[in-house]
């Protein structure tokens, strides 16, 4: 802690400028209070700042001065946008302890009334602060290393109990120990050998974050090698690996103990976790699955970015019919972002009472994958696994056949390894325009990635790296 930042995050009102005071004088470090350091810059308040130019140029300014802030030990408060630009995130994140500051609503409202701060949407007080904490706190979280509910506290009683939650202890060496036992535990799994020594560096050092896809199998995953090359590039001092376990309600407690902050889902555990988790996203209940886990402070947030994988990629393509092949988790998440698409989805099974089951959820059409003849759909998305690489059994058949399908049929298969299935190929072969597995795999990465770690990845930086 004596050689890193202190970085305070969150909305205004919850006592950033404050508790940083008080955390710099007990530690004898300098304290950076952005707003003011803001002001003194430009020679000017925020409210002419933001009168001149609104919000974005006073972004700009504050990224500017963000971007140039010094490496060393210092307290540095932030103002509460401060997170919402990604570049902001990465020079924040660099050398930093990242501690998110919240507070009831109504405290909030009692420390910001009637100050000169310019509104940031033009809604009464106690709205704007509702609407812009509900906005900005999956951002916050993603960034934070801990959090503390600042309410009802003095600013030297909250300096103190931050320092006392921060500096080395037995919590510490609780962390170690849990860690070493999952470390130890993961090299008695598949994992590539080369794994194995950046996983064992992080046991004497939890402020290495670790992340992992959970699944069973999830060796195939292409996610640890992609997320550990962008940790590098980044600076992000954290690895990614695999999980792979058949029992996430006997895992997951162990990984929040070994200081785990994030992990992707996958099969079969997408359903299984819900239960498991204190608070998930909207989408992700409406889809019935989760492949995202945030792990903070004793808490577990649950989050579906599948949707917006296929959601991404089927921009500027228009049609009135979508076929959805399959009715397992990655179905759901196909149905529901066709759906925002505006598309109407149908779902086609092997097994029809399955489909049955998901069509009653989301009140759509459903039948066997032998009624794919009676449609005549604009799109279609495979969402089985027929054509994946490892299931030998079915790696070089397709989930209908390639004889059905027209050239104005579009072709989304969500299926990644290999990059060019069986059924693309099929397609290309009949005419149809196709949508790889890949960009599937791409965008929901990068959701994911900002989802856990708050920063915004270009789905180009990815791309260049697996094909």
């Known amino acids: ?58 972004r700009s300014i504050e990224s500017g001065i963000i971007a140039k802030l010094s490496d060393k030990p210092a307290v540095i408060s932030t103002g509460g946008g401060a997170i919402l630009r990604s570049g902001n995130i990465r020079s924040l994140r660099r050398n930093s302890q990242i501690i998110l500051l919240t507070s009831t609503e109504e405290m909030i409202a009692k420390r910001i009334g009637g100050t000169a701060r310019p509104s940031l949407t033009g809604l009464p007080l106690e709205e704007e602060i509702h609407t812009t904490l509900t906005e900005r706190m999956p951002q916050y979280r993603a960034v934070a290393d801990l959090v503390y509910d600042s309410t009802g506290k003095t600013p030297r009683q909250a300096a103190s109990e931050i320092l006392q939650i921060i500096r080395p202890g037995k919590r510490l060496s609780d962390e170690i120990n849990a860690r070493q036992k999952l470390v130890n535990w993961v090299l008695t799994t598949p994992i590539p050998a080369a794994a194995h020594e950046p996983l064992q560096a992080t046991i004497p050092d939890p402020s290495i974050r670790i992340y992992g896809i959970l699944g069973n ?16 590039e980044l600076e992000i001092p954290a690895r990614n690996t695999w999980f792979e376990c058949p029992d996430p309600a006997r895992f997951i407690p162990a990984a929040e103990k070994a200081g785990v902050r994030g992990l992707s889902v996958t099969i079969p555990h997408k359903g299984r976790v819900m239960p498991l988790l204190d608070e998930i996203r909207k989408d992700a209940t409406v889809i019935g699955a989760v492949n995202t886990i945030l792990l903070l402070d004793g808490k577990r947030y649950g989050f579906n970015t599948d949707w917006k994988g296929i959601y991404r990629p089927l921009e500027g393509i228009s049609g009135e019919v979508a076929v959805i092949l399959g009715a397992g988790g990655a179905a759901a998440s196909a149905v529901y972002a066709t759906s925002m698409r505006g598309f109407t989805p149908i779902i086609l099974n092997r097994t029809v009472e399955r489909a049955r089951e998901m069509g009653r959820h989301f009140g759509v059409e459903t039948g066997a994958l032998s009624d794919f003849t009676r449609y005549h759909p604009d799109l279609v998305i495979n969402t089985t696994s027929v054509g994946m690489k490892s299931h030998t059994a079915a790696a070089n058949q397709t989930p209908i056949p390639v004889s059905s399908l027209t050239p104005d049929m579009h072709i989304f298969d969500l299926v990644y390894t290999p990059a060019e299935t069986p059924l693309l190929r099929g397609a290309l072969d009949k005419g149809c325009s196709i949508i790889p597995g890949t960009e599937m795999f791409i965008h929901q990465l990068i959701e994911q990635f900002k989802v856990l770690t708050g920063i915004d990845i270009p789905a180009d930086t990815v791309r260049r790296w697996i094909l």
């Open 217 to 232: 199998p999830c060796m195939h995953s292409l996610s640890p090698p992609i997320w550990n090359r962008l940790f590098q």
């Open 1 to 58: 802690m004596e050689d890193r930042r202190i970085v305070l995050i969150g909305y205004r009102g919850t006592g950033k400028s404050s508790i940083g005071k008080n955390i710099a004088a007990t530690l004898g470090f300098g304290h950076l209070d952005l707003d003011a350091l803001i002001e003194e810059t430009e020679g000017r308040t925020i409210p002419e700042i933001f009168a001149e130019g609104g919000e974005d140029l006073f």
